[in-house]
C-alpha cells in the first residue's frame, strides 16, 4: 500500500478589516484625521443637482441624530466633481462611469457631488449608511474623509416580490437603494386561486391584488431613488392554469 500525505486546501482565510463598511471597496478614499460628529441640525442646499423629496427627508433625519450642531448638506451637479489630482489612470477609467460620485465629509459641510441623478443617489445610499453606523458608535460620529467612487458592474439587479404593505414594498426598495443596485426586477404575478384580476387587465393574475394605482407608486418610488423598475411577469404554465382557472 501506498500512503498518501493529506492535501491540506486553506479553506478559511482571515481578511483585513475595511477601512469603511461600504458597498464595496471605494475607488479612492482618503481618511483625513479626526471625527465628524452626527448633526443635530441639517441644512440641505442643492446647486444644479436635485434628489427626491423623500431621499432627502430621509438622509435629513438619519444625519440628524447627533449633537454636532448645525451642518450643510450640499448637493452638486458637476461635469467634473473629482478633486482629487492624485488619481491614476486606472481609477479615472473607473470614474468615467456614469454613476461615478464625490462625497466629502467635514466638520459642519458635507459635500455630494455628481454627473446626474442616478448617481447622486449611489453617492446618497453612500452617506445613508455611514449614517446609520454612526448613529451605533458610542460619540455618534462619522468618518472625517473624501470619496471618489464609482460600481464596477453596470447591471446591478435584485428580483423581488414586493410585500403585502406600503411601508413593507418601500423598505424593500430602501434595501434595494441603500446596496447600491441600479435595477429591480419586481415579479407582478401571483398564482394563488385567491388573487382578483390583474390591474392591468392582462390576465387574472396580480401580486396581492394591487390597484393600478399602487403599482405605479411602487415604480415611481423606485425610479425616485436611482433605480430602474423592470416588471416581472411569469408565464401561465398548464398546471397552473387547470389548477386555478377551471
Same mark, same amino acid.
Given at each position: 500500500?501506498?500512503?498518501?500525505?493529506?492535501?491540506?486546501?486553506?479553506?478559511?482565510?482571515?481578511?483585513?478589516?475595511?477601512?469603511?463598511?461600504?458597498?464595496?471597496?471605494?475607488?479612492?478614499?482618503?481618511?483625513?484625521?479626526? &471625527?465628524?460628529?452626527?448633526? $443635530?441640525?441639517?441644512?440641505?442646499?442643492?446647486?444644479?443637482?436635485?434628489?427626491?423629496?423623500?431621499?432627502?427627508?430621509?438622509?435629513?433625519?438619519?444625519?440628524?441624530?447627533?449633537?454636532? $450642531?448645525?451642518?450643510?448638506?450640499?448637493?452638486?451637479?458637476?461635469?467634473?466633481?473629482?478633486?482629487?489630482?492624485?488619481?491614476?489612470?486606472?481609477?479615472?477609467?473607473?470614474?468615467?462611469?456614469?454613476?461615478?460620485?464625490?462625497?466629502?465629509?467635514?466638520?459642519?459641510?458635507?459635500?455630494?457631488?455628481?454627473?446626474?441623478?442616478?448617481?447622486?443617489?449611489?453617492?446618497?445610499?453612500?452617506?445613508?449608511?455611514?449614517?446609520?453606523?454612526?448613529?451605533?458608535?458610542?460619540?455618534?460620529?462619522?468618518?472625517?474623509?473624501?470619496?471618489?467612487?464609482?460600481?464596477?458592474?453596470?447591471?446591478?439587479?435584485?428580483?423581488?416580490?414586493?410585500?403585502?404593505?406600503?411601508?413593507?414594498?418601500?423598505?424593500?426598495?430602501?434595501?434595494?437603494?441603500?446596496? &447600491?443596485?441600479?435595477?429591480?426586477?419586481?415579479?407582478?404575478?401571483?398564482? $394563488?386561486?385567491?388573487?382578483?384580476?390583474?390591474?392591468?387587465?392582462?390576465?387574472?393574475?396580480?401580486?396581492?391584488?394591487?390597484?393600478?394605482?399602487?403599482?405605479?407608486?411602487?415604480?415611481?418610488?423606485?425610479?425616485?431613488?436611482?433605480?430602474?423598475?423592470?416588471?416581472?411577469?411569469?408565464?401561465?404554465?398548464?398546471?397552473?392554469?387547470?389548477?386555478?382557472?377551471?
Amino acid at each position: 500500500e501506498e500512503s498518501v500525505a493529506p492535501v491540506n486546501f486553506p479553506f478559511t482565510m482571515r481578511l483585513g478589516e475595511p477601512e469603511l463598511m461600504t458597498c464595496g471597496k471605494p475607488v479612492s478614499l482618503r481618511l483625513r484625521g479626526g &471625527r465628524v460628529a452626527l448633526p $443635530g441640525n441639517v441644512v440641505v442646499v442643492e446647486k444644479g443637482a436635485s434628489l427626491d423629496a423623500g431621499v432627502k427627508e430621509f438622509l435629513v433625519r438619519t444625519l440628524g441624530q447627533g449633537g454636532g $450642531g448645525k451642518t450643510e448638506l450640499l448637493l452638486e451637479k458637476l461635469e467634473d466633481p473629482f478633486i482629487d489630482r492624485g488619481l491614476s489612470a486606472a481609477q479615472r477609467k473607473l470614474l468615467d462611469s456614469p454613476e461615478a460620485f464625490r462625497l466629502d465629509i467635514a466638520p459642519g459641510r458635507i459635500s455630494l457631488a455628481a454627473r446626474n441623478g442616478d448617481a447622486l443617489a449611489r453617492g446618497a445610499a453612500t452617506l445613508a449608511l455611514l449614517a446609520r453606523q454612526a448613529k451605533d458608535l458610542p460619540d455618534r460620529s462619522l468618518p472625517n474623509l473624501l470619496m471618489e467612487d464609482a460600481p464596477r458592474i453596470a447591471f446591478r439587479s435584485w428580483l423581488v416580490h414586493i410585500g403585502k404593505t406600503p411601508e413593507t414594498m418601500r423598505a424593500i426598495i430602501d434595501c434595494a437603494w441603500l446596496l &447600491r443596485y441600479n435595477k429591480i426586477f419586481i415579479a407582478l404575478d401571483n398564482f $394563488g386561486a385567491a388573487a382578483p384580476p390583474f390591474p392591468f387587465k392582462t390576465a387574472d393574475i396580480g401580486e396581492a391584488g394591487r390597484t393600478q394605482q399602487e403599482w405605479i407608486d411602487v415604480f415611481q418610488y423606485a425610479r425616485a431613488r436611482g433605480l430602474e423598475p423592470i416588471p416581472y411577469l411569469a408565464s401561465w404554465g398548464r398546471i397552473q392554469y387547470i389548477s386555478y382557472k377551471p
